[in-house]
């Protein structure tokens, strides 16, 4: 069996073929067509971007605050922590927003130092 000479067109991989994922149907790739089409204009993009804030307010909630676990039982208490935990977002959004912000001098390197323009 001989390698085949454009497989680097194909595929990145060394051993494995080149693998394709069919939609079962044409009415679910035609969907899936439309749908990436419809993800270049600026209409679905300007959408898009609130959903983007809203995800990054869920990802600082849960990397911060831990809110995907909760440390009661029960639907009314877990409400209660998740309340909490959004307004204790809310506070350090609020607290970032009125702080001055810090400037820190930074060291020079060594190599900087040498330098006659740095002197």
């Known amino acids: 069996m001989l390698a085949c000479p454009v497989r ?25 067509t439309g749908n990436r089409l419809e993800q270049q204009t600026k209409d679905w993009q300007q959408r898009y971007a609130i959903r983007a804030g809203i995800e990054a307010t869920l990802s600082q909630n849960v990397r911060a605050c831990g809110l995907r676990r ?31 912000p810090t400037t820190t001098r930074r060291r020079s390197t060594r190599f900087h130092a040498l330098c006659p323009a740095a002197a």
């Open 70 to 100: 909760s440390r009661y039982r029960g639907l009314a208490r877990t409400h209660v922590q998740h309340v909490l935990t959004a307004l204790a977002c809310n506070l350090t959004r609020v607290a970032d927003w009125i702080a001055e």
């Open 8 to 32: 680097s067109q194909c595929t990145s991989s060394a051993t494995r073929p080149r693998a394709l994922s069919l939609l079962p149907s044409r009415e679910l790739h035609e969907i899936q």
